[in-house]
């Protein structure tokens, strides 16, 4: 089945230690979104991907970077991870060039535990 | 950002309808309404979504008022699988999504 697909689904890292987290999907979409959910919150958008275009919310840290190398893949990259960045990653896809009347697809997630 | 206002938590009774409610008293005329589930450990799943006139699929139902300031989703027979936190969103120009507090749903068997 088309999904979108995030890995690893656990992962651990040390204080300050880089880390990246990777989501691809096979559904074609144009739109990849990345959010940040911790413990009993809502997801929150870090930022989003119109093909290679990069948006970023005013309000993510510079801590946290993107790339899209193509279509199908998306990384996050945190490059100093502090304790506060402890949550689940959720990557998320939509088609149509981000129409708003489009559903998003969901990964699972990868729940980041920092040491 | 887009703001959307639900309670935060609610049972129902399995088999009865759950009435689920979102305030959206900013919304923009181009913002559509979007509902999602997330159960624990899971990504969020999508429900129903619309802009002006009710909507159905097989999932629920979505209600939107008139001046699309509220609206309701109607889940007809709740399910122990029901059982996640629903979200209410809106999705602005550019299908940015932001995520209100969201209802835990709780079924009761």
């Known amino acids: 089945d088309a999904m979108v697909i995030q890995n690893p689904r656990y992962q651990v890292t040390q204080f300050g230690k880089p880390v990246t987290l990777s989501c691809s999907q096979t559904?074609?979409?144009?739109?990849m979104y990345w959010y940040q959910q911790k413990s009993s919150q809502a997801p929150k958008l870090l930022f989003h991907y119109y093909d290679k275009d990069f948006n970023n919310e005013a309000d993510t840290p510079d801590n946290f970077q993107s790339r899209r190398p193509n279509t199908s893949f998306c990384f996050l990259d945190i490059r100093s991870p502090g304790l506060g960045d402890a949550a689940m990653y959720l990557c998320?896809?939509?088609?149509?060039?981000?129409?708003?009347?489009?559903?998003?697809?969901f990964g699972d997630g990868t729940r980041l535990s920092i040491l | 950002d887009a703001k959307t206002t639900q309670p935060n938590s609610m049972e129902s009774n399995e088999e009865e309808p759950v009435h689920l409610p979102c305030n959206h008293s900013?919304?923009?005329?181009?913002?559509?309404i979007h509902w999602y589930r997330q159960l624990p450990s899971q990504g969020p799943e999508y429900v129903i979504h619309?802009?002006?006139s009710n909507v159905n699929n097989r999932m629920a139902s979505l209600a939107i008022a008139e001046d699309r300031k509220s609206s309701t989703l109607i889940l007809h027979r709740a399910t122990l699988r029901d059982a996640a936190v629903y979200y209410c969103?809106?999705?602005?120009?550019?299908?940015?999504?932001?995520f209100g507090t969201g209802t835990s749903l709780t079924v009761i068997p």
């Open positions: 619309g802009l002006t």
């Open positions: 998320a896809t939509s088609g149509l060039q981000g129409l708003s009347n489009q559903p998003q697809h």
């Open positions: 559904l074609n979409h144009n739109v």
């Open positions: 969103i809106l999705s602005v120009t550019g299908n940015q999504f932001y």
């Open positions: 900013t919304i923009s005329g181009t913002d559509y």
